[in-house]
Each structure stands twice: as structure tokens, then as C-alpha cells.
């Protein structure tokens, strides 16, 4: 168990629908990440929070937005899906969150929310 | 240019012997980071091991070790005494820059065998 927490684990819905997924992080960590893993395109880094700002971001489609909120919970919504959008959605979370990183700074995985759009 | 390369997109290997699990790197930041990660059919993402470009040593984490070359830029796996429940899924990956994020390759699946 890696201390990070998703929910929810699995979700189908339909296209054009909105979903929200949600992330907690390790206790003391203060960057979250989001990626999306799918068949075609691999594991893709979305977007990432450290401490409630947007610190990067990555491949992640407009109509897609996230926040991390003040007790650095974060929630990645999608919206208008797309049939493409199906994937599995990883959160991570790491101490800082900055540059090379570190053994004490690695980034740790949720177990993922597998979204499937029909 | 692909940044994290994994060219064994599977590998088999005998329970009890060593497997080594090839990724070769490509950055020109001086300061960066390689992590292995081990995602088992499950699905999730497990954390394996780190080396950092500044690392003096090669990393070693129990059976796991990382045969880090950073002339080749290459950052092999090497895990000793296969065990059956090592069959997964490996993916590389680097961190890199001024943000934390990180970028994989596309995975090596290992399969051992009994």
C-alpha cells in the first residue's frame, strides 16, 4: 500500500457525460500528479499540483481541469467524454515535487481509477 | 526523440535466475533522476528503485540494482533470484527540469517461469 488513496476504483459512463476522480495524497506530501495510462499512448503525465498551485503541466486536454484543495486532496475532472478517453488514471504524490527528485522524493502511486466510456 | 527507451517489450526468465530489464536515457539537463516501477496485472504502479544522475553508486533496493552507465546514458534493471511474482509489467522513467514530473518509457513485461 502505497499511502496514496483513489476513488473512485473503477467507473463507466457514458459519452458526453462528466466524471470527477479524487485523490489523496500521502500524509506530508505536497505535490500530487495526475497521469493517464492508456493502450495506445502509454503512461502520460496530465498535470501536477504542489501545495494548492499548478506547478506543471503536461498532455492534458482541454477538457480536462484539476485542482488540489486546501488539505492537498486533488480532483481531476473530464468532461464531454470521449470514447478515447477511456484509461486508466493514476494519481501520485511525492514530498516536494521539484527537479531530479530524490530517493526520499519519489514519487508514490494510487492504485488508479479505470474510467471506461461507452 | 523519444527521452526514456525500453527496447525489450518482453522478457522471460528462469524462476531463481537474474533478469536484467534494458532503458536507455536522453536528456541534457545534468541533474535528473531515473526511477523503475513494477505494475503487476493488478494495475498498480509499485516502486522499485532511484538513482540519481549525481549517484556515485549503483543503486540497490533488496533484489533490485540499478546498472547505471551515465556515459551510455543507460539505467538497466537487474533483479536477482526471479521469483514468480515478479512478473509484471517494468516501466522506466526520469524526472528531469524544474517541475517533478516524470516520463516513462513504454514498459518491459517479464514473465518467469517455473
Known amino acids: 500500500d502505497s499511502g496514496v488513496t483513489q476513488t473512485p476504483k473503477h467507473l463507466i459512463t457514458a459519452t458526453g457525460q462528466r466524471v470527477t476522480l479524487r485523490c489523496s495524497p500521502r500524509s506530508g506530501d505536497l505535490s500530487v500528479y495526475w497521469y493517464q495510462q492508456s493502450l495506445d499512448q502509454g503512461l502520460q503525465f496530465l498535470i501536477q499540483y504542489y501545495n494548492g498551485e499548478e506547478r506543471a503541466k503536461g498532455n492534458i486536454l482541454e477538457r480536462f481541469s484539476a485542482q488540489q484543495f486546501p488539505d492537498l486532496h486533488s480532483e481531476l475532472n473530464l468532461s464531454s467524454l470521449e470514447l478515447g478517453d477511456s484509461a486508466l488514471y493514476f494519481c501520485a504524490s511525492s514530498v516536494f515535487g521539484q527537479g531530479a527528485g530524490s530517493r526520499t522524493d519519489t514519487q508514490y502511486f494510487g492504485p488508479g481509477t479505470r474510467l471506461t466510456v461507452l | 526523440a523519444q527521452k526514456i527507451t525500453q527496447t525489450q517489450p518482453g522478457m522471460f526468465v528462469q524462476e531463481k535466475e537474474a533478469v536484467t530489464l534494458d532503458c536507455t536515457y536522453d536528456?541534457?539537463?545534468?541533474?535528473?533522476?531515473l526511477f523503475w516501477y513494477k505494475q503487476p496485472s493488478s494495475g498498480e504502479m509499485i516502486f522499485l528503485i532511484y538513482?540519481?544522475?549525481?549517484?556515485?553508486q549503483n543503486a540497490t533496493e533488496g533484489r533490485y540494482s540499478l546498472n547505471f552507465q551515465k556515459a551510455r546514458k543507460s539505467a538497466n534493471l537487474v533483479i536477482s533470484a526471479s521469483q514468480l511474482g515478479d512478473s509484471a509489467m517494468y516501466f522506466c522513467?526520469?524526472?528531469?527540469?524544474?517541475?517533478?514530473?516524470?516520463?516513462f518509457g513504454d514498459g518491459t513485461t517479464l514473465t518467469v517461469k517455473p
Open positions: 538513482q540519481g544522475s549525481y549517484d556515485q
Open positions: 536528456t541534457s539537463d545534468p541533474s535528473y533522476g
Open positions: 522513467a526520469m524526472r528531469e527540469g524544474d517541475a517533478g514530473k516524470s516520463t
